[in-house]
């Protein structure tokens, strides 16, 4: 008999991340006539559409036996107590620093997928992660191919409220507000298809609309999906070729990806970047005492959310991260930042998955200039990818013998 679980995630997941074609619609149709909304002025109307898909998920967990089961495990438990204690003292921290109450629970906006890693954590333990990645993989060609022909159409036609693609029309949106999002989940899409075999072309399509978009952090995650590719078909004497001069291959990328042919600005070039002189200006303002650098200056002055719904500038201190490791240091302090590269070591550490590597380095770059756990659907998928990783190797007693058969062979 087919596993039930194996036939109904991969659908919820594909359902989840395809909300996101509907979800900024009102906005993705005002670039099309080139209006580019102002922050605080957006409509929110059809977002509320992936939240109902997440809650749909999260009771599909806590209905589905074995799911609930893992997630109720008392070592998930453990890790959820102490994440989630550290994260009152945060609230509350910022709350002793006089800000509104909804600056800290936009600063919470980084955990809203965190139960699908949870899924994921608990499917990979039940030895089913692997087949619903490859059938969630097939469902997401789809969305590509639909990505594909909006954004092609776009890059040769669109107005050029972003920068001008090389196709000539402006950068393409696809179905987001912005060709920094599109690129961003288009680069990782191409991650999630390079986790299965076979479809190479599909990783190939994905790497393309990444370049397309002219985001220079999808650029250069897409680049190491490609990067990891190739030393995967290297022969283990040969890989030291690869390695060797992966830092020039990098420092190469990133004036390629600054390049006005690639990225369709001419002010992204990265020595003269906004966000060095943003990051320079915000510790020189922000840290005051030794208290701000361990635990945080503000929870959630630096989330996109908050800027979005009361525009830039709001409240005092308030301002745009454009990365997630200052995200970090701002709401969570010095203590939250160690701790976030520290799970993604340890990730590496325990699992036994073959590409493992592969997926935490994505994760980490793509971190450094973008707050990706902010920004759906790349966040879901990520969260999805990170704990089906981390949970493989470490097989459940209630691993279900047939889960780890193939779903296409099941009878």
Request: contains cysteine; hydrophobic residues 55%; proline residues 5%.
């Amino acid at each position: 008999m087919n596993i039930r679980l194996e036939k109904d995630l991969p659908v919820l997941l594909f359902a989840l991340v395809s909300a996101s074609t509907l979800a900024s619609l009102p906005q993705v149709e005002s670039a099309w006539v080139g209006v580019k909304e102002v922050y605080g002025e957006q409509d929110f109307g059809l977002r509320i559409l992936r939240e109902a898909m997440l809650a749909v998920l999260v009771a599909y967990m806590f209905f589905e036996p074995r799911l609930r089961s893992g997630v109720l495990n008392s070592s998930v438990l453990a890790f959820l107590g102490v994440v989630a204690t550290y994260v009152l003292f945060e609230v509350g921290y910022a709350l002793y620093l006089d800000l509104p109450l909804v600056v800290p629970m936009a600063g919470l906006r980084i955990f809203e997928y965190l139960p699908v890693a949870l899924i994921g954590f608990v499917t990979s333990r039940l030895g089913a992660g692997e087949t619903i990645i490859h059938q969630f993989a097939h469902y997401l060609r789809y969305y590509i191919a639909v990505q594909a022909v909006l954004a092609i159409a776009q890059a040769l036609w669109a107005p050029p409220l972003f920068g001008v693609s090389f196709l000539g029309g402006g950068r393409p949106f696809g179905t987001f507000v912005s060709p920094n999002l599109f690129g961003a989940t288009m680069a990782t899409c191409a991650l999630l298809f390079s986790l299965v075999p076979l479809m190479g072309k599909w990783v190939a399509v994905s790497v393309f609309l990444a370049l397309l978009s002219g985001s220079r952090t999808a650029f250069i995650s897409s680049l190491l999906v490609v990067y990891f590719q190739i030393y995967a078909v290297l022969r283990p004497r040969d890989r030291w070729a690869l390695i060797m001069p992966a830092p020039i291959f990098a420092v190469g990328a990133l004036l390629l990806a600054s390049s006005p042919l690639l990225s369709g600005r001419d002010d992204a070039n990265p020595t003269e970047d906004g966000r060095i002189d943003l990051w320079q200006r915000v510790f020189s303002e922000q840290v005051h005492e030794p208290a701000d650098l361990l635990f945080g200056w503000g929870l959630g002055l630096s989330s996109n959310t908050i800027n979005i719904l009361y525009g830039a500038e709001h409240f005092k201190g308030q301002f745009d991260s454009d990365s997630l490791y200052l995200y970090l240091l701002n709401g969570y302090g010095l203590v939250g930042l160690l701790a976030y590269v520290f799970f993604l070591w340890i990730t590496t550490r325990m699992s036994a998955h073959p590409k493992k590597g592969m997926v935490v380095m994505f994760i980490f770059v793509a971190g450094l200039t973008f707050n990706m756990w902010e920004y759906f659907p790349q966040n879901a998928m990520l969260m999805f990818l990170w704990g089906t990783v981390l949970g493989y190797g470490l097989v459940s007693e209630m691993a279900n013998p047939i889960a780890s058969g193939s779903y296409y062979h099941s009878s």
